[in-house]
Nanobody, 117 residues
Framework: QVQLVESGGGLVQPGGSLRLSCAAS????????MGWYRQTPGSQRELVAT???????NYADSVKSRFTISRDTGKNTVYLEMSRLKPEDSAVYYC???????????WGQGTQVTVSS
């Protein structure tokens, strides 16, 4: 059973930085595409960043050059380094693991990020 547990969210001032972590368990092998999504009340969940098994990354235009996704395969952990945060980055951030062979997505419980002075 795949389980994803996010941590690292919190309150930060505009222009500040945060690092989110996603500890994954139950993922066999490294074939999963890992990613981060975010959602605000009344809005659909949107892609923030993904990293394929090959290491290739994809970012939403709104976070390019400010956010960096990385993964430590040995620790089964995915990170999202967020810098130069803006109030519009405030959202619940969800970790995602996607199995390309079964087309099954898995989600964490989410972690709140609030950017405010």
């Amino acid at each position: 059973q795949v389980q994803l547990v996010e941590s690292g969210g919190g309150l930060v001032q505009p222009g500040g930085s945060l690092r989110l972590s996603c500890a994954a368990s139950g993922i066999i092998g490294s074939g999963y595409r890992m990613g981060w999504y975010r959602q605000t009340p009344g809005s659909q969940r949107e892609l923030v960043a993904t990293m394929a098994n090959s290491g290739s990354t994809n970012y939403a235009d709104s976070v390019k050059s400010r956010f960096t996704i990385s993964r430590d395969t040995g620790k089964n952990t995915v990170y999202l380094e967020m810098s130069r945060l803006k109030p519009e980055d405030s959202a619940v951030y969800y970790c995602n693991a996607y199995n390309p062979f079964t087309s099954i997505p898995y989600w964490g419980q989410g972690t709140q990020v609030t950017v405010s002075s």
